[in-house]
Structure formats: structure tokens, C-alpha cells
């Protein structure tokens, strides 16, 4: 039996290393957990940020959020703080915007609307018109032409409640809002508001990026609060003929200089192997841009904060990264992907957060099968009603030029996000929106996440 | 090879029904989550019960919605309808508590205060008496009588964020609020004042129940808005002499008639095996009771709704139990256990929703290891950010009495509750703190929990 004993003696030994190494990581673990609930610093860097104001990329007040956020992390002991500069789109919506619907007996509706981001100004004095509802952005192709010319349109799809991720309805929608203009001037239109992509039933209308096509006659673009396309569609059809006025005086101008920011702490054993985490430092220009995507921000700098603060070491390099320009342009991501082509750099993987600053669920992972399962095998590390999934699919829109790059892997951050879409890209984004403990169980999610990843690679 | 042939197809022909067994299932499952997130028929419910007020067992607002839950109950095509009647305890708070803090000075600060529930009133004109602050419940135990003879005991022990589920953190504190006036009258104290038990940070002060014992003197006892308690620590550092004025005139009443209300799907093939889910009727007297438990009674009422609106015939029973008395007494599921055993009945399970009406996350067993692993193979069935566990414990206050009677296996709804202890017991525990579509998510996983079970047993 002596060699069963050697042998278990030597199973043993083999063990404890093993053993202590999973203990230690799960002290290291819960110290970020409750350091994040009790401290509560991303939230209190949040309250700062917010009240900055909105964050447009190319607005005075995104490069006063540069500066305040590249501050505070010069202050929190990384290895190295960086503004990476890039230029950004700079588009400015101008007086607030008006609508009102006439019918045709003398009553007036006052609209809540706002232009949807770069669209072009209405004349001054503004547009008076009828109005043709549409009920999707395809129907369009079905309408005859003579039907929608001189006319305004007006998109009218219903936000789809049924998918349990509110994510998939809005991109159902958010063609209307992207390519609305387009199809519209298209068949003639003078111009094309839409209801707005939201999941709430308030009526702050709901911004976000639209586009135009070189070869397509430009079109003010707009979109109504939810209860305010309802009064449209039900005044239609009482009187087909009533009018809508839209008075827009918003304007484009040069492109705007301006920075991503980034802390790096860098790694003692692998520090050319860089794990990249973030989220978009730009917002809409109303609200406080606190879910979309200051949450996000905070996120990535409170877990770098949070690693410093437990004392611990990366093997490998990790960075938070503050892209800019996410909401019309995507500029930070992509400088931030030239760079790393550029510089050389590996990256080992790239993360973001901008889902909001709720509970988080889970991670989504764009990789390899071998290494979303490496990923899965740690799901035990997060605490329960935090992290319970690493599906397949997920990334984000400030790293796809990394990985599209260099097909460095992505991973997105996953949260309740029930409420995201009744206040993304509103008036109502704004910081008492956002819970202390749900925004802290994000940051110490992410660390958690960076930590293993520093320790044990991909 | 034939008879590989022949097996092949044997098998496959074994397999087709179950397979479409389970896609049936599944197109029943999903069409729960599509009505409930399209239809929001708990919520809009919840709007109207919310809206009768506060429903302390024995007040008349508690027999409105008891009858108003009837009626609805009585529109919805269930196969019975009945109330289940039981006497209540009746408290009632008087007038608005007052409490305000007077230095020697002359300063005076008005604190945010309730009386705990069950707490005997003041002295007509109030007490006002000096102070001393004990930092815990058991901490009470090292200080001599002559400390606090005479004075007001002020039991201020911080919640701990730390816990990333927040009732276990109620629990740690939730015991200066049920014992706090026995230990402090004990030992000579004339009143005992909390800090509220809340993880909130404003000024909203949470009551709940409190205990006396027979042959210890019944002092005045009464909780603070954290706010408040902070100003009473600091001002005590400054000044150990400051006073508390305090003024309650609450009272006890004769037991009360009241009443369980039952709403019941007869089983098509096992009638004899009870599916019991509910939530309690009653609430404090402050707020509206929205997320206690007026969410956890609409999810079981909405649930039962469900299987019928979506045509399902249950193989066996279920009931959707509205409980009276959680708070103060249990007295409703005590009746509901007397009952059970009296008529021979045989529970297969009770389930219990008194979490909040937040989006759900996963339910806790207490049952056998087995029929815990049996739920578990089930949780592919519940869609990505639903229900994501089946834990090892949990159950509910007012289903305890019928696991202890037969024990009968119990399931507690857990949801991601981060702001319930925020609200808990007070007065922001309003209908406006609820969010649609995560009061539905929740009303269609117990459908679907209901559902497999009433299909498949335990």
C-alpha cells in the first residue's frame, strides 16, 4: 500500500498550489466586490461626469469631460495616462427644435420632437406640410411616389416588446431613424420624422445618428416622443389632410479635434499582451449621457481603479479605454484600432461596456469556441446574481475596428437592461437614472473579468 | 443491417413525441412572455391596487382590495373563486409620529420618523429624554443599566453593503427593529429608536413589525430615516447631552376579520395535486405596498391568467393565493395550512413571490435533492435573462406555515432586488417604483414555473 501513500502524498503536494491559487483569487475577487459597495467610486466619478453635461463629440463640453476624466486617472496610480488624439465629426442642433400638427378645423397639436443627429436644418421659418404615416421603413418601397412627393413622412413602427432583450427591438427600428431621410427624399418627401425608437411610454423623443447619401438630396430628419406620433396617428385618421410645421436650425461644422483617453497598468510578466476595456466617453446632446455611456466609462476606469487599490499585479497589460465619438462615427474606435496596427501591438482581447449601468447578467464573447469555453469555466468566480452566462456573440461598437483589424477577440458586458431603451438617447439618460449598488456590481464585474484574464490569459 | 434499420426507426418513432412535446411546451412558454410583455396585465392591475392605498392587515383599505382582488379574480374564467376568512391583528399609527433632536443649545433638528409597527404610543405630549447610542442589537448587552436607565436607547447599526444579495444585510439588522424595545426596556430605557433598516440613502423612514414580551415593560419603539440617524450620531459626538423629543399615538385594536383570497385552475388529470402560488394582500401602512407584495400577488393572479388566456388545461390544480398578514402575524398563511391539513389536502409544491416586482433571476428550493434537479433540467425552458438558477433553499413567510404542517416543498421567486431594501416598508414603495416589463418577465416565469409543473409534477 506505501506507494498508494507516496502517491497520494504527491497528489496532495500537487494540489495545494492549485488549491491556494483558486482561494487566493477568490479573496482577490471579493475584495473587488466589496470594496466597489462600499466605496462606491464609480459612482461618485459618475455624479462628476454628469454633471459636466451631454458629451457630443466636437461640444466644448466633451473635451471638458477629456480633461476631467484624464485628471482623475492621473491621480489613481496607473502606470500611464494618455490623451490619443483623433478629429471628430462636429454637428450642432441649434435652437430648440418645434413641431406642431394642424388639422384641418383650426386645432393644434404641439409635438415633442428633436432633430435626429446630423440632420440638416429646415428653411428658416421652418416646413409646413402634409403628412403621409408609413408604418415601417420597407413599406416605403411599396407607396407610389406621387402619393409621398411635397409630403413629410412620418415612420410610425411600434417598439416590438415581446423580445425579452430590448436590444433586438431597437434594432429593428433603428432603420427608420438611420436611413428614414434617405428613403423618403427618395420618393420626393420634404422631410421625415419618426417615432422615436423607445420602449417607455413618455413622450421624450429619442435622438441618435442618421445618415445621408451623396447622391440623394438631403431632408431634415426628426423624431417624435411616442405619445406624440400617437397624436399623430390618431389625428390622421380623423383628417388625412391635417398638416405638420417643423422648424429645425441645426448645423454642421469642420471637424473637431479631439481625444481618446486611456490608463494602462502594465503587466510584470506578459506586458506586451494587452487587455483593452472600455466604454464611450461621447453622448447625445441631451440628457447626461449617464447609462449611454458614462456607466461604461466608469465601469472600465473603476475596475483599473479597483486593481490598484487591492494590490494587485497584472501579468499582463491592461487598459481602460475612454473611445470618443461612438454615438456618430465610431472616430475613437478606429484611431484606437490604427494605433495598435500601427504601434504593433497584441492585443489579447478587447472589452466593453455600454449596455448601461445596470445589474450585470453576463458577458457576450466574439472567439474562438475553446476560448468562450475557458471564459465559461470561470463563471464560478462571479458572484451569484451577478455574471451567470459567457454567451457567443457580443463586443461592441468602440472595439469592432480592433478586431476588425486584427481579429482581436470581443467581449460586451451585459446587464437588466429592461429600462435602457425607455431613456437611451432622451432627455431623461441622466444620473439619478442610475442605482449605486447595480452600477458598482458592473465595476467589480469588469475587474473580476480583467483580473483572471491578466492571470490566466486567453 | 435490417435491424439497425428497424431500431433507427423505432427510435426515431419513440422520439417524435417527445420531441414535440417539448416544442409545444416551448411555443406555449413563449407565448406567456409575449402576452405579458404586450398585454401588461399585471401591471395595469397593479396600477389599480395600488391605487385602493396602504393595505395594513385589519384597516379598511386591506378589505377593499381583498374584495377588489375578488372581483377581478371573478372576471378571468378560473374554475373557483373563494375567500378563505381569518382574523387579523389591527394596529393602527394615529397621527403623524413626531421626533425632533434638541441640543443644549438650543438647537433643535425635526427627524424623519415612524412608529414600528405594533409599537405602543407615547404618553400623551410625547417623551422627551437624553440619549445613548448603542452601535448593534447584542452590543446592548455590555453596557450597565445605570448608562441607560431613564434615557432613549438609539440602536444604530450600519446596513452592509457589502452583501451582494441585500436581504441577507436586512436580516443582520432587521433584529434591532423586532427586539430592539425589549432588550432597551430591560434595561431601564423609557424608548427605543433605530436606525431604519434600509441599503437607501435618503431620508425616508422604514417601519415593519416589532415584539414585545409578556412580562417586560412595553416601550415606545420607533425607526428613523438614515438621514435623520446620521444627524442624531453627529450631533451626540458634539453634544452627549442632547435630548429627543418624541410624540406617537399609535394603538391596538381587537382582533379583526379578514381573509385569505383563492383563485383556482382544476387539474384535468391529477385534481388532487395542489400547485399553490402566491403572494401576501396586506402591506405597511405606508406607500402603496407596490413591490411588498403587491407585485408578488400580481404575479400569481397574472400567472393563473395566463394559462387561461393561452388555453392551457392544467393536469393538475393550481391556485393563486393572495394571503393576508405576512407582515404582522402570518395569521392568513397559518389559516391556509389549517385548512389544508383539515380537508385532507395534498400540496405538490408552494411557491411564494414577496422579492419585489424586479426582473427575476432564479428561484430557491426547499425541497429534496432530487425534485431540485428535476426543476433544474427545466431552466432551458426560461428565456436568457429570466430565470437562470434553481438554488438550494428558499421558500416564503406565508407558505412556511404549510412546508411545516406537511412539508409541503417550497420556491421562492428571486429577482435582481438592488433597490428593494431602498424602499422596503416605506413610503416609497409606490406603483411609479415599478417597471412594466419587469413586473411581466417576472408574472410569466411563474407561468411557465406553474406550467412544467402542473405538466410534469415534482
Not at 155 to 171: C, E, K, L, V
Not at 287 to 297: I, K, L, P, S, Y
Not at 411 to 422: P, R, T
Request: hydrophobic share 40%.
Amino acid at each position: 500500500m506505501k506507494w498508494r501513500l507516496l502517491f497520494g502524498l504527491l497528489a496532495m503536494i500537487a494540489m495545494v498550489p492549485l488549491f491556494s491559487q483558486t482561494e487566493d483569487d477568490r479573496i482577490t475577487i471579493r475584495s473587488f466586490y466589496d470594496e466597489a459597495l462600499t466605496s462606491r467610486q464609480s459612482y461618485h466619478w459618475l455624479k462628476d461626469l454628469c454633471a459636466i453635461g451631454p458629451r457630443l463629440s466636437g461640444s466644448e463640453s466633451s473635451l471638458q469631460a477629456i480633461h476631467w476624466v484624464k485628471g482623475v486617472m492621473d491621480t489613481c496610480g496607473f502606470d500611464r495616462v494618455y490623451l490619443q488624439p483623433t478629429l471628430v465629426p462636429h454637428w450642432e442642433r441649434g435652437n430648440p427644435e418645434k413641431a406642431i400638427l394642424y388639422d384641418s378645423k383650426g386645432g393644434e397639436y404641439p409635438l415633442n420632437v428633436l432633430a435626429i443627429g446630423g440632420s440638416v436644418a429646415t428653411p428658416p421659418g421652418g416646413i409646413t406640410a402634409e403628412i403621409i404615416e408609413v408604418p415601417s421603413l420597407m413599406a416605403i418601397d411599396d407607396i407610389p411616389r406621387e402619393e409621398i412627393e411635397g409630403k413629410i413622412v412620418f415612420f410610425n413602427p411600434p417598439f416590438d416588446q415581446t423580445n425579452i432583450g430590448t436590444g433586438a427591438s431597437y434594432g429593428s427600428n433603428v432603420g427608420t431613424r438611420a436611413q428614414g431621410a434617405v428613403k423618403a427624399s427618395q420618393k420626393g418627401a420634404i422631410a421625415s420624422v419618426i417615432r422615436s425608437v423607445s420602449s417607455g411610454d413618455d413622450d421624450a423623443p429619442h435622438t441618435g445618428t442618421g445618415h445621408y447619401e451623396a447622391d440623394v438630396d438631403s431632408i431634415p430628419a426628426a423624431a417624435l416622443g411616442v405619445r406624440s406620433a400617437d397624436i399623430v396617428q390618431h389625428v390622421l385618421k380623423l383628417d388625412p389632410h391635417a398638416k405638420m410645421h417643423l422648424e429645425m436650425s441645426c448645423k454642421w461644422f469642420e471637424d473637431a479635434p479631439s481625444f481618446n483617453v486611456i490608463a494602462e497598468l502594465r503587466g510584470s510578466e506578459y506586458p506586451d499582451e494587452i487587455i483593452a476595456m472600455g466604454g464611450h466617453m461621447d453622448s447625445w446632446d441631451v440628457g447626461e449621457g449617464a447609462h449611454d455611456d458614462g456607466a461604461g466609462c466608469m465601469h472600465a476606469l473603476g475596475a483599473l481603479k479597483l486593481l490598484v487599490d487591492q494590490g494587485v499585479t497584472p501579468k499582463r497589460t491592461i487598459r481602460a479605454v475612454m473611445f470618443i465619438n461612438e454615438e456618430n462615427g465610431t472616430r475613437g474606435g478606429e484611431e484606437y484600432a490604427d494605433q495598435a496596427v500601427k504601434l504593433g501591438e497584441k492585443h489579447l482581447v478587447a472589452i466593453e461596456s455600454d449596455a448601461g449601468g445596470y445589474s450585470p447578467r453576463g458577458f457576450g464573447i466574439t472567439a474562438d469556441e475553446e476560448q468562450r469555453l475557458k471564459l465559461e469555466s470561470w463563471l464560478d468566480y462571479f458572484p451569484k446574481n451577478t455574471i451567470s452566462y459567457m454567451s457567443k456573440g457580443g463586443g461592441g461598437v468602440d472595439i469592432g475596428p480592433l478586431h476588425r483589424a486584427d481579429g482581436t477577440p470581443m467581449i460586451g458586458l451585459s446587464v437588466d437592461g429592461q429600462k435602457m431603451f425607455d431613456l437611451h438617447h432622451s432627455a431623461n439618460d441622466v444620473f439619478s437614472a442610475v442605482h449605486p449598488r447595480e452600477l458598482e456590481l458592473g465595476t467589480a464585474s469588469m475587474a473580476t473579468l480583467v483580473y483572471l484574464l491578466s492571470q490566466y490569459g486567453l
